[in-house]
């Protein structure tokens, strides 16, 4: 199956500063490159997702760029909060396909 | 709207015991999947349904099985618990791949804390 390599796996950040998380992957009939959000004892819940025929969505403090010729996709998030506190995860599908792969997760820590 | 919904929230079982966890979704959503989450893993796709009726198998389907009787519903069976299935289940839907509309997102239930002792 496709993996997702996803880095850092844990990352400190001041409150007010950006973050950045990144995702790399293998195969290039990947398609929908979902981020999700996962507070302590929820599930994940997304919280931006690009397709493969665009190369940037932004939705207020929180951005993904996606880069196809080196399969890798970012997670941005501007002016860090404390809420913004939690483990994201990239994720991806191949094209006509719903079976997600998840990445390894990133623990997001904002330092007030 | 309740979404993704799945009971218990916690379970302990004792090695060889069975036990089904239950996920029900509202929004008439065809594909449902189980996933498990261990620490440093992120999740991993047990069984899917693309609709009442049809079933497959993920990544790491050995010791899981799975029905699909009705489009609310997809639970998820042990039927010989091992400490090895100690883990996190999350119960996850969406609407299906559909030519331009494309990949749908999902949506997660919060989740069965299971250990097995």
């Known amino acids: 199956g496709e993996n997702v390599e996803q880095h850092p796996s844990t990352l400190s950040v001041q409150e007010g500063d950006s973050a950045v998380i990144k995702c790399t992957y293998s195969d290039s009939a990947s398609n929908y490159f979902p981020w999700y959000k996962q507070e302590l004892g929820k599930g994940p819940q997304l919280i931006i997702d690009i397709r493969s025929n665009v190369g940037e969505k932004k939705d207020q403090r929180i951005a993904v760029t996606l880069n196809k010729t080196a399969k890798h996709f970012s997670l941005h998030i501007t002016e860090t909060q404390p809420e913004d506190s939690a483990v994201y995860f990239c994720a991806l599908n191949l094209f006509g396909n719903e079976k997600l792969t998840f990445g390894t997760g990133t623990r997001l820590t904002i330092i007030p | 709207n309740a979404g993704v919904t799945q009971t218990p929230k916690f379970q302990v079982l004792k090695t060889g015991q069975s036990m089904t966890l239950q996920c029900a979704q509202d929004?008439?959503?065809?594909?449902m999947s189980w996933y498990r989450q261990d620490p440093g893993m992120g999740l991993r796709l047990i069984h899917y349904?693309?609709?009442?009726?049809?079933?497959d198998q993920g990544e790491v389907p050995n010791g899981y099985n799975v029905s699909r009787s009705t489009t609310e519903d997809f639970p998820l069976r042990l039927l010989s618990a091992a400490p090895s299935q100690t883990s996190v289940y999350f119960c996850?839907?969406?609407?299906?791949?559909?030519?331009?509309?494309?990949?749908?997102?999902?949506?997660f239930g919060d989740g069965t804390r299971l250990s097995i002792l």
């Open positions: 996850a839907s969406s609407y299906r791949w559909g030519g331009d509309g494309g990949n749908q997102p999902q949506h």
């Open positions: 929004m008439n959503h065809e594909y």
């Open positions: 349904s693309v609709g009442a009726g049809i079933t």
